[in-house]
Structure formats: structure tokens, C-alpha cells
């Protein structure tokens, strides 16, 4: 990716094996860093909004970034069935193949933190540099054990919880922004988008059955054999994978390292919390990047001179350029150039996008 003021989305790629195609996105450079996806995700409408997009461009600074749609997702192929946990680890070892990377360190975001896991300690441990497990667990037999680390909601719970996820998908009342991602409510944009994404990521009956077979999904008894250097980071009241979950990973993997920040996102890596995450990870990792800090989605002004904040206020409040610069004193001209200037800092292309970033 050229520039990292600009969105620029990386074209799609598609990897099978004997139970379909896979798409993946594949940019950036530096050590390869492959992204294990969670529950559903859709890596191309992941570019619309700049809390999801701004985090990898930043990582793409510093890595070689490969994210992908696993089966049943995204523009990924349908399945008819649920995946085992040796189905999930072949479609990585698929990427993997397809994009000719033969080491990598793998990032396993929530549920695609018990596929890395796997990966790490059983056929794949030769490809994995190391684990960087973000607001994760190594799945449902952890349950007993993490509650020796914190509260750990019952079984019922979970299940009551993920019950109602499946009926609120990809609806105005879903559940993602009262439990998985409370933050992004900041964002009002996000109260229209996050349903459409939803939609698009899975359909209620597949996201029904990822969620059945995510119960099933278990890593647990593999963890004495992971022996690549792993970093673990949670929040510390993450409303859906209880802190308690991260803290036993830490204590059980011998070459972790734990880190713990405040805050109640379960999507930690879209949190106000991202740039910090993103520094532990170069950190751990050894490596450096030169990519915008995400902090401009939280705090838009920040990178904005004292003029731009002045002639965007205005124009947020849908004043043209004329008027913006006789109320200013300054040309119409001196306008264009404040709001192109801003609008390259801030990754929006229209005064719309402008006013639902800010407002």
C-alpha cells in the first residue's frame, strides 16, 4: 500500500482446498503476519470504515498482513456443514500455501485465537513464528481452569448470550455494540453499518451454527506444547471472553507474556486501545512501523492543524466553501485546500463521511 492517509483496498485472492475457496487479502511488508479470523467477519467491507481499516494499515507498516474469510463467511465459499477444528486449521494451512509464506506469525482474534493455538501445537507449529492472542481463549474446556483467574460466566450464559446474538443478527437491535464493541457507539455511523456487515458476514442460520460449532472448538489440552513465543492482550472487563480466560493462557503457556488493559470491548483490536495494542505487538514482534496511529478515529481533531478544525467545524455544519470562507476571511480557494488536506489526514472522500467520522 503506497500511503497510509488513503484508503486503499487490497485486491481479493482466493485459495481452495477440497471443501472450497477462501478469500484473502494480501498487502503491506515486513515478517508476515496472517490475521485468524473470528466468529464472521468480510474482509472487503472491512474498508469502509476507518475503525476497522485504520488498524491494519497501521500493522501493514510493519508486516507483511494476510487476513482472510474463513469458510461459511465473508465472500468466502458456503458450507454445509460445521467445521472441526482440523477443517479450520487446513483452510489456514490453505493460505498459507496459496500466498507462498512458509513462516508466520499468526494473530488470532477472539475465536481465531483457539485455531492458532491448535495451529501452533499440532501440524502447523514449523510454519508459526509466534502467537499474538488478542481478547481470545483456547476454548470451552478452559472454563473450569480460568475460573482460578477470575469470574467466568456458567455454561447456561454463554449459551443464553449467543442465543440472542443469533436472534438479533444483522437487525437494528443487534448485540454488538451493547456487548461486543460498546465503544464503537461512539461512532454513530457505526448503528447503520454494523448490521449491514453483519448481514454480510453471515446469514442468521451459519451464524447459528458458528456459534454451535464454537462450543465444540477446544485447544485446551494442547496447551503444554505450544512453544513458539506467544503475547496475550485483553481487556480487563471484555464482556463476552472474560479477562480470567486470557490471564489462564498466560499462567498455562510457558513462553507467554500477558498484557492487560482497561476497557469493556470485546473487539478490542476496533478499541480506543488499538494503538496501544499495535505498539506491544511491534514491540514483542521486533519490529517497527511508520503507519498512522489509529488514534484519529477516536479523536478526530488530533491531526488536524487549528485552520482545518476551523473550516471543517463549519462545514460539518453544511456551510459551502464561499460561505466557510467569508466567515473565515479567507478565499474560497484557501477553503478547498484546508478540507482536501483533512479529508486525506481523516481517510474520508465526501463532507458525509466528514460529518458521521466527527460527529
Known amino acids: 500500500m503506497a500511503s497510509l492517509d488513503v484508503v486503499q483496498v487490497p485486491p481479493i485472492h482466493y485459495a481452495a482446498n477440497d471443501r472450497g475457496k477462501l478469500a484473502y487479502q494480501d ?5 508476515a503476519l496472517v490475521i485468524v479470523p473470528p466468529l464472521a467477519q468480510h474482509i472487503e467491507m472491512m474498508w469502509e470504515q476507518p475503525a476497522f481499516w485504520r488498524p491494519l494499515s497501521r500493522l501493514a507498516s510493519a508486516f507483511r498482513v494476510v487476513i482472510f474469510d474463513k469458510l461459511g463467511t465473508g465472500l468466502s465459499d458456503p458450507v454445509p456443514a460445521l467445521s472441526t477444528m482440523d477443517q479450520r486449521v487446513d483452510e489456514l494451512r490453505t493460505v498459507l500455501d496459496s500466498t507462498g509464506i512458509e513462516r508466520a506469525w499468526l494473530l488470532g482474534l477472539s475465536e481465531g485465537g483457539v485455531i492458532a493455538l491448535a495451529a501452533a501445537a499440532g501440524a502447523l507449529a514449523a510454519r508459526v513464528e509466534g502467537l499474538l492472542l488478542l481478547s481470545t481463549y483456547s476454548g470451552s474446556g478452559a472454563i473450569a481452569q480460568a475460573s482460578a483467574y477470575g469470574p467466568v460466566p456458567e455454561r447456561a450464559a454463554y449459551r443464553t448470550l449467543f442465543e440472542e446474538v443469533v436472534a438479533r443478527w444483522g437487525t437494528d437491535d443487534t448485540v454488538i455494540l451493547r456487548d461486543f464493541a460498546p465503544s464503537l457507539r461512539a461512532i454513530p455511523s457505526m448503528a447503520r ?20 460449532s464454537g462450543f ?7 496447551l503444554s506444547r505450544v512453544m513458539q513465543r506467544t503475547l496475550i492482550v485483553h481487556l480487563s472487563r471484555d464482556r463476552v471472553i472474560p479477562v480470567s480466560f486470557g490471564r489462564m493462557l498466560a499462567a498455562v503457556i510457558a513462553t507467554a507474556r500477558y498484557v492487560e488493559f482497561e476497557g ?6 476496533v478499541s480506543p486501545h488499538v494503538d496501544e495494542i499495535i505498539d506491544c505487538f511491534f514491540e514483542f514482534a521486533g519490529v ?9 478515529v477516536w479523536d478526530p481533531w488530533s491531526v488536524l492543524t487549528t485552520s482545518e478544525r476551523r473550516v471543517v467545524s463549519l462545514a460539518q455544519r453544511g456551510l459551502t ?5 467569508v466567515s473565515l476571511r479567507i478565499s474560497p480557494r484557501t477553503v478547498e485546500n484546508h478540507l482536501t488536506r483533512s479529508y486525506s489526514k481523516l481517510g474520508v472522500r465526501s463532507r458525509t463521511e466528514l460529518a458521521l467520522l466527527s460527529s
Open 27 to 31: 498487502f503491506g511488508r515486513g515478517p
Open 193 to 212: 453499518w454494523i448490521p449491514r456487515y453483519e448481514r454480510a458476514a453471515a446469514s442468521p442460520a451459519m451464524i447459528g451454527g458458528l456459534m454451535k
Open 216 to 222: 465444540s472448538l477446544d485447544a485446551t489440552p494442547l
Open 264 to 269: 469493556d470491548d470485546h473487539f478490542s483490536w
Open 288 to 296: 517497527r512501523g511508520d503507519g498512522q496511529r489509529v488514534k484519529v
Open 321 to 325: 466553501n464561499a460561505e466557510i470562507g
